[in-house]
């Protein structure tokens, strides 16, 4: 984003004072056009009786000359602005004055043109040397004067007329400078203003840039005046979108939408306006620009089904938070009852009934005991102390570990390392845990048969993907059960906690591996895919 600064133009006249120097030369050039056609149209009559008609010509002419020149010069631009407009100007007072000579001294009224011109000059330049002009001018009315006074015998009351005239040019000047000050500071504030407006539009467009929400503005005849790029995501707009079309043209639902709520239900909280767009659920909030949307409208574009899913989020992490502390108050009555079940089994006094009846509650109190740790594991999946793993060996111990403690016959759980000694960056106790209950899953599923169960691990040639497959010989899952299948409580048997297979994906995300089930011509094949620290 650029952000514009402040340039003083004070020091740069030339740029921003050459249109009005010529404009002041047309002025000149019209003048001269105006002092010919008088001598011409008044040439029979007696108002050239005492005056210099020769003079008056030969003036003019030059004047006229002199304002071409001047012209050409401007459009040129040399020599400097400063320059020509202290050339430009004398030589008006210069030609001003001798053409006052020429008809016949102050009385002509030509003098008041001196006043013109220090203004002009003034205003021009910003007052730089306004005073300056005015003197000259002055000096120039008291020769002028004085000398025909002295050759033309004129009365001394002239010479009043003149001393006015030269205050009049003196307070023109001040005048000219103090309004061409205030109008420079003015000039400044107004662009600094400028500046300041732009500054902040920049700003503002980037914050719409970057927001989470789609902002559309549109105009009272719905006209599309500005949008961000989350509004062109959410509303599918094409590619050749564009500011300043019609609202139809870009979304044609919201301007269905906006212009029956502008119809009918003006002023209304505009909070619950709902909007679906290809299959996504919207949420609209109209503000007006200004006191009403007379002068236009602000669309706030929310996507309430990913805020839907947020709040989802955070009633689960809270129901998470809560299932465990839940679990864990459970843990010490639960004992108790365990330890007093084991107790009374102690006791060989019981009839058939009641060590039916207790084995029946032990199991049931492993059952919850086993669900309490799932829960408790669960909750501490974001905890990770990952490390690097050779993981051929971590299979081979796992191997020897899980058929001995599970009580498998070693013909009936097959291991495959393909003699790949690949490394993997993962939590140890994660790792066991997820294979623990894929592969005691797996073997509970099977025929419980030589080579029933298989743990094999795949890589490619350069070892950068990884995949630990599980598969048993059993009867499969069930097409009904697969779309649930990662889902948490779900369980197809009446002693499961439904929570394996969930624990088993949530640990893998945790370490940056992923799961999946792959239909398999016999049995039940999971997959985990790693990557190896090898590749890096």
Aim: glycine share 6%.
């Amino acid at each position: 984003m650029k952000i514009h600064s402040l340039i003083d133009t004070a020091g740069q006249p030339e740029k921003q004072f050459w249109r009005p120097m010529a404009l002041f030369g047309g002025y000149r050039i019209i003048l001269c056009c105006i002092f010919i056609a008088s001598y011409f149209l008044l040439q029979e009559s007696r108002v050239w009786a005492n005056y210099n008609d020769t003079l008056y010509l030969s003036a003019t002419i030059a004047y006229l000359v002199f304002s071409l020149l001047a012209i050409g010069l401007i459009i040129l631009r040399t020599p400097g602005f400063q320059v020509q407009l202290s050339f430009q100007t004398l030589a008006d007072i210069g030609f001003i004055i001798v053409l006052m000579y020429a008809s016949g001294g102050i009385k002509s009224g030509l003098g008041l043109l001196l006043i013109v011109t220090i203004a002009a000059a003034s205003l021009i330049s910003q007052g730089r040397l306004a005073l300056f002009y005015a003197a000259i001018a002055s000096i120039g009315l008291l020769l002028e004067q004085s000398y025909q006074m002295l050759m033309w015998n004129e009365d001394f009351g002239d010479y009043s007329h003149a001393v006015m005239l030269s205050l009049s040019c003196f307070a023109t000047a001040w005048l000219a400078y103090s309004f061409s000050k205030r109008i420079s500071q003015n000039e400044i504030l107004a662009s600094q203003r400028g500046i300041d407006l732009e500054n902040l539009a920049q700003v503002n467009q980037l914050i719409t840039e970057e927001m989470g929400d789609g902002v559309l503005v549109v105009d009272p005849e719905l006209v599309l005046r500005h949008r961000n790029r989350q509004a062109d995501f959410l509303l599918g707009a094409q590619g050749g979108s564009r500011n300043n079309q019609p609202l139809a043209e870009y979304a044609p639902e919201l301007a269905s939408l906006l212009r029956h709520w502008l119809e009918n239900r003006r002023g209304t909280n505009s909070a619950a306006i709902k909007l679906s767009i290809e299959q996504r659920a919207l949420r609209l909030k109209l503000m007006p620009v200004g006191e009403d949307h007379r002068q236009g409208t602000v669309i706030f574009i929310e996507d309430w089904s990913q805020l839907q899913t947020q709040a989802q989020q955070l009633k689960l992490a809270a129901l998470g938070r809560l299932t465990a502390n839940i679990a864990h108050e459970i843990r010490n009555p639960l004992s108790a009852i365990s330890h007093a079940t084991q107790l009374l089994q102690e006791d060989e006094s019981h009839d058939p009934a009641s060590e039916r009846m207790l084995q029946i509650i032990s199991d049931n109190v492993q059952r919850m005991d086993q669900m309490i740790k799932d829960v408790l594991e669960l909750n501490r999946r974001d905890r990770t102390r990952q490390q690097d793993i050779p993981l051929a060996d971590f299979l081979r111990e796992f191997h020897d570990q899980f058929y001995q403690v599970e009580k498998i016959p070693a013909q009936g759980f097959v291991l495959d390392t393909a003699e790949s000694e690949p490394t993997i960056r993962f939590d140890h106790r994660h790792l066991h845990q997820i294979l623990w209950n894929l592969c005691r899953n797996g073997w509970r599923h099977s025929r419980q048969d030589h080579g029933s169960l298989t743990l094999a691990l795949r890589s490619d040639t350069a070892n950068r993907h990884l995949q630990i497959e599980i598969q048993d010989d059993g009867n499969g899952i069930s097409p009904a059960a697969l779309p649930h299948l990662f889902e948490p409580f779900f369980t197809t048997e009446s002693t499961g906690t439904g929570l394996g297979l969930y624990i088993a994906r949530e640990l893998c995300e945790a370490n940056g591996a992923t799961i999946e089930h792959v239909p398999a011509e016999h049995g039940c094949l999971f997959i985990i895919h790693l990557k190896s620290t090898d590749a890096a």
